[in-house]
Structures are given as C-alpha cells and as structure tokens.
C-alpha cells in the first residue's frame, strides 16, 4: 500500500512552521554554538512535521450524524362551532 502524498496545506504550514519557529527559536535563545542551532534546527523539523501530520485530509472526515426531523407538534382537529342563529329582542 502506497503512502498518501501530502497535500498543498499540508507542505505549506509545515514549512511555514519550520520556518518561524527556527527564526523565534533562534532570535530568543541567542544561541551562536553550531550544536546549539543544530538542535533547534532539529526540533523545528520535528514541529513542522507535527504541524503537517495534523492538517485534516481532504476526504477524511467522518460521516456527519444524521438526526431525525423533531416531530410536527399534534393539532387537534376541532370542527368550527355551528354559527347560532340571531335572536331578536321583543321590544318593549
């Protein structure tokens, strides 16, 4: 089975996150030891590649949870009343 190729996202926040992440790393730490900027060369890396394994795959998403319609609320079905005839009083 053939390893998945990255994505366009994915290339792209891994290498900006290399990339940030050594400059911060490098302009905080002030180190000028070459061990010093071998090891935050490597741990950029490693967090670019963190960063780029967590990007979601296109196509990778779980299946949406369907839930049922609320029920249509119950109306009585109540016959109108009869209209009453008009009455007129006697007058007096």
């Not at 050594?22 to 950029?44: D, F, K, R």
């Amino acid at each position: 089975m053939a390893m998945p190729r990255p994505t366009a996202a994915q290339l792209a926040y891994g290498s900006c996150t290399v990339i940030f992440s050594t400059l911060a790393m490098l302009l905080l730490s002030q180190t000028t030891s070459g061990v010093g900027i071998a090891v935050i060369a490597l741990a950029a890396l490693a967090l670019g590649l963190l960063v780029a394994l967590t990007v979601p795959l296109p196509g990778k998403r779980p299946a949406a949870v369907e839930r049922p319609a609320p029920p249509e609320p119950l109306r009585a079905s109540v016959p109108a009343p009869a209209p009453e005839p008009v009455r007129e009083r006697a007058a007096s």
